[in-house]
Nanobody, 124 residues
Framework: EVQLVESGGGLVQAGGSLRLSCAVSGFPFDDYAIGWFRQAPGKEREGVSCFSSNDGGTYYEDFVKGRFTMSSDNAKITAYLQMNNLKPEDTAVYYC?????????????????WGRGTQVTVSS
Protein backbone atom coordinates (compact mmCIF):
# COMPACT_ATOMS: atom_id res chain seq x y z
CA GLU A 1 0.00 0.00 0.00
CA VAL A 2 1.24 3.46 -0.85
CA GLN A 3 1.81 5.66 2.17
CA LEU A 4 2.95 9.26 2.50
CA VAL A 5 3.94 10.67 5.88
CA GLU A 6 4.63 14.36 6.42
CA SER A 7 6.63 15.67 9.35
CA GLY A 8 8.38 18.81 10.53
CA GLY A 9 5.50 21.16 11.13
CA GLY A 10 5.14 23.22 14.25
CA LEU A 11 4.72 26.65 15.75
CA VAL A 12 7.15 29.36 14.73
CA GLN A 13 7.30 33.14 14.92
CA ALA A 14 7.17 35.28 11.81
CA GLY A 15 10.55 35.34 10.13
CA GLY A 16 11.45 31.88 11.37
CA SER A 17 12.10 28.68 9.48
CA LEU A 18 10.81 25.14 9.29
CA ARG A 19 11.83 22.11 7.26
CA LEU A 20 9.10 19.70 6.21
CA SER A 21 9.67 16.13 5.09
CA CYS A 22 7.49 13.74 3.13
CA ALA A 23 8.46 10.08 3.21
CA VAL A 24 6.86 7.84 0.60
CA SER A 25 6.66 4.07 0.84
CA GLY A 26 5.12 1.40 -1.33
CA PHE A 27 5.06 3.53 -4.47
CA PRO A 28 5.75 1.24 -7.43
CA PHE A 29 6.89 3.71 -10.09
CA ASP A 30 10.17 5.54 -10.62
CA ASP A 31 8.40 7.99 -12.90
CA TYR A 32 6.44 10.43 -10.76
CA ALA A 33 5.62 13.92 -9.68
CA ILE A 34 5.54 14.79 -5.99
CA GLY A 35 4.21 18.05 -4.69
CA TRP A 36 3.56 20.12 -1.61
CA PHE A 37 0.14 21.63 -1.07
CA ARG A 38 -1.40 23.57 1.76
CA GLN A 39 -4.84 24.35 3.07
CA ALA A 40 -5.69 27.17 5.42
CA PRO A 41 -8.98 27.32 7.37
CA GLY A 42 -11.83 28.38 5.12
CA LYS A 43 -9.74 28.16 1.97
CA GLU A 44 -9.27 25.62 -0.78
CA ARG A 45 -6.17 23.49 -0.99
CA GLU A 46 -3.50 25.19 -3.08
CA GLY A 47 -0.27 24.10 -4.64
CA VAL A 48 3.05 25.21 -3.15
CA SER A 49 5.78 23.41 -5.08
CA CYS A 50 6.34 20.29 -7.14
CA PHE A 51 9.19 18.07 -8.28
CA SER A 52 8.97 15.99 -11.43
CA SER A 53 11.25 12.99 -11.93
CA ASN A 54 10.49 13.12 -15.64
CA ASP A 55 12.44 16.30 -16.28
CA GLY A 56 14.17 16.73 -12.93
CA GLY A 57 12.52 20.09 -12.52
CA THR A 58 11.26 21.79 -9.40
CA TYR A 59 8.45 24.29 -9.68
CA TYR A 60 7.10 26.89 -7.28
CA GLU A 61 4.04 29.01 -6.97
CA ASP A 62 4.83 32.71 -7.10
CA PHE A 63 3.86 33.43 -3.50
CA VAL A 64 6.68 31.25 -2.11
CA LYS A 65 9.48 31.97 -4.59
CA GLY A 66 12.57 33.23 -2.82
CA ARG A 67 11.44 31.91 0.56
CA PHE A 68 10.75 28.19 0.13
CA THR A 69 13.05 25.59 -1.40
CA MET A 70 11.98 22.09 -2.33
CA SER A 71 14.43 19.22 -2.64
CA SER A 72 14.02 15.51 -3.16
CA ASP A 73 15.78 12.19 -2.76
CA ASN A 74 15.12 9.73 -5.55
CA ALA A 75 16.87 6.77 -3.90
CA LYS A 76 13.94 6.61 -1.58
CA ILE A 77 11.11 8.79 -2.72
CA THR A 78 11.34 11.63 -0.22
CA ALA A 79 10.52 15.29 -0.56
CA TYR A 80 11.58 18.21 1.60
CA LEU A 81 10.38 21.76 1.88
CA GLN A 82 12.70 24.28 3.49
CA MET A 83 10.61 27.26 4.51
CA ASN A 84 12.39 30.49 5.43
CA ASN A 85 11.09 33.91 6.38
CA LEU A 86 7.73 32.46 7.30
CA LYS A 87 4.74 34.76 7.41
CA PRO A 88 1.44 34.45 9.29
CA GLU A 89 -0.33 33.88 5.98
CA ASP A 90 1.72 30.69 5.57
CA THR A 91 -0.27 29.14 8.41
CA ALA A 92 -1.94 26.01 7.04
CA VAL A 93 -1.91 22.26 7.02
CA TYR A 94 0.77 21.19 4.56
CA TYR A 95 0.22 18.03 2.54
CA CYS A 96 2.29 16.09 0.08
CA UNK A 97 0.81 14.27 -2.87
CA UNK A 98 2.22 12.00 -5.55
CA UNK A 99 1.21 10.68 -8.94
CA UNK A 100 2.92 8.22 -11.26
CA UNK A 101 3.67 8.85 -14.94
CA UNK A 102 2.27 12.37 -14.97
CA UNK A 103 4.24 15.55 -14.49
CA UNK A 104 3.66 18.49 -12.20
CA UNK A 105 1.06 19.84 -14.60
CA UNK A 106 -1.27 17.20 -13.17
CA UNK A 107 -1.80 19.54 -10.22
CA UNK A 108 -4.06 18.96 -7.25
CA UNK A 109 -6.67 16.98 -9.16
CA UNK A 110 -4.02 14.71 -10.63
CA UNK A 111 -2.49 13.48 -7.38
CA UNK A 112 -3.34 9.84 -6.68
CA UNK A 113 -2.07 9.56 -3.11
CA TRP A 114 -1.93 11.97 -0.19
CA GLY A 115 -0.41 12.19 3.24
CA ARG A 116 -2.44 13.24 6.25
CA GLY A 117 -0.70 16.59 6.56
CA THR A 118 1.41 18.47 9.06
CA GLN A 119 0.33 21.69 10.76
CA VAL A 120 2.39 24.84 10.28
CA THR A 121 1.45 27.79 12.46
CA VAL A 122 3.21 31.14 12.13
CA SER A 123 2.59 33.75 14.80
CA SER A 124 2.99 37.47 14.26
Amino acid sequence: EVQLVESGGGLVQAGGSLRLSCAVSGFPFDDYAIGWFRQAPGKEREGVSCFSSNDGGTYYEDFVKGRFTMSSDNAKITAYLQMNNLKPEDTAVYYCGIVGHLGCAAGYDGMDYWGRGTQVTVSS
